[in-house]
């Protein structure tokens, strides 16, 4: 069974810039979530993925936006990157949804990104 | 508004007592309740869960338990080894939908 896996593992970016952030989801899952985790922080939900459809989003701008792609892999782009983006991006997959009742989600490594 | 709170940021524990790391929520339609481990450099670990119908589940030397009326609940790790050093993170969830996150507690287990 192969886990969640992420890419790339860190990134330097400068303000203004756009971002690509990949996630490829444990074998068998069929949802992705994106969490930031800020420092000293615990991680907070961006939007979840179902089924290639957004499936809840938290409180995070527009700029912030993603994709589910047929085999369930994803993508979290962020446009206009800012000086307070800088964190570690987690993916997690899990199956089902709200809809189906999946509640454990495993994590991805993530991605550390950082914004000069 | 945080609806997941772990007020100690840290504990210190003896190798081979029990770790009793504690977590406190606001939200009465939260009916899921997860425990994370977080190694640095590494993403969160699923460690173990429980549905709100319950009011304790165990996983070996993990046990969580939970009080609906405190809406409180918290993580037993006994005996506590070194290698259960790592911030724990507990998790909400109501309906499946977003996992909230606390702010999560540093385990330090000393020989």
């Known amino acids: 069974e192969t886990g969640v896996t992420q890419s790339p593992t860190h990134l330097i970016k400068t303000r203004g810039q756009q971002v690509t952030l990949r996630c490829s989801s444990q074998?068998?899952?069929?949802?992705v979530s994106w969490y930031q985790q800020a420092l000293g922080q615990g991680p907070q939900f961006i939007f979840q993925?179902?089924?290639?459809?957004?499936?809840g989003r938290g409180n995070f701008p527009p700029r912030f936006s993603g994709l589910q792609f047929p085999n369930y892999s994803s993508e979290l782009n962020v446009n206009a990157l800012e000086l307070d983006d800088s964190a570690l991006y987690l993916c997690?997959?899990?199956?089902?949804?709200?809809?189906?009742?999946?509640?454990?989600?495993?994590f991805g490594p993530g991605t550390r990104l950082t914004v000069t | 508004d945080q609806q997941v709170k772990q007020n100690s940021p840290s504990l210190s524990v003896q190798e081979g007592r029990i770790s009793i790391l504690n977590c406190d929520y606001t939200?009465?339609?939260?009916?899921?309740f997860l425990w994370y481990k977080k190694y640095p450099a590494e993403g969160p670990t699923f460690l173990i869960s429980?549905?709100?119908?319950?009011d304790k589940n165990e996983d070996g030397r993990f046990t969580v338990f939970l009080n609906k009326s405190a809406k409180h609940l918290s993580l037993h790790i006994v005996p506590s080894q070194p290698g259960d050093s790592a911030v724990y993170f507990c998790?909400?969830?109501?309906?499946?939908?977003?996992?909230?996150f606390g702010t999560g507690t540093r385990l330090q287990v000393f020989p």
């Open positions: 997690a997959s899990s199956l089902g949804s709200s809809r189906t009742g999946g509640y454990e989600q495993y």
């Open positions: 074998s068998g899952h069929n949802t």
């Open positions: 993925y179902y089924r290639e459809e957004e499936n």
């Open positions: 939200n009465s339609m939260f009916d899921y």
């Open positions: 429980i549905s709100s119908i319950k």
């Open positions: 998790a909400a969830s109501a309906n499946a939908d977003k996992l909230i």
